[in-house]
Nanobody, 123 residues
Framework: QVQLVESGGGLVQAGASLRLSCAAS????????MGWFRQAPGKEREFVAA????????YYAASVKGRFTIIKDTAKNTMYLQMNSLKFEDTAVYYC????????????????WGQGTQVTVSS
């Protein structure tokens, strides 16, 4: 069974950096592509970033490209989202997901989800 546990959220000022972590169980990284989604209050959940099983390809939403970096450490069974130059509009609950890359949309279909971690950016 796939288990995903996020951590690293918090309250930061605009322009600051934050790194989220997602600890995965067992052979999750070798079985699934991984990614991050976020959901702001009153809005639908949206794709943020994804990384393939091999780790050789990454995908980003236009709103975060150049500021966020998705990384996975297979030896530690942990995935990270390095977030730089944070903006107020990045405020959301961030979710880790395991699933499949959707090639046509360059996003991720999440089949398994973590519980989420809150990121709040003050302006």
């Amino acid at each position: 069974q796939v288990q995903l546990v996020e951590s690293g959220g918090g309250l930061v000022q605009a322009g600051a950096s934050l790194r989220l972590s997602c600890a995965a169980s067992g052979r999750t990284f070798s079985t699934y592509a991984m990614g991050w989604f976020r959901q702001a209050p009153g809005k639908e959940r949206e794709f943020v970033a994804a990384i393939t099983r091999s780790g050789l390809s990454t995908y980003y939403a236009a709103s975060v490209k150049g500021r966020f970096t998705i990384i996975k450490d297979t030896a530690k069974n942990t995935m990270y989202l390095q977030m730089n130059s944070l903006k107020f509009e990045d405020t959301a609950v961030y979710y880790c997901a395991a699933g499949s890359i959707l090639v046509l949309t360059a996003t991720l279909r999440g089949d398994y989800w973590g519980q989420g971690t809150q990121v709040t950016v003050s302006s």
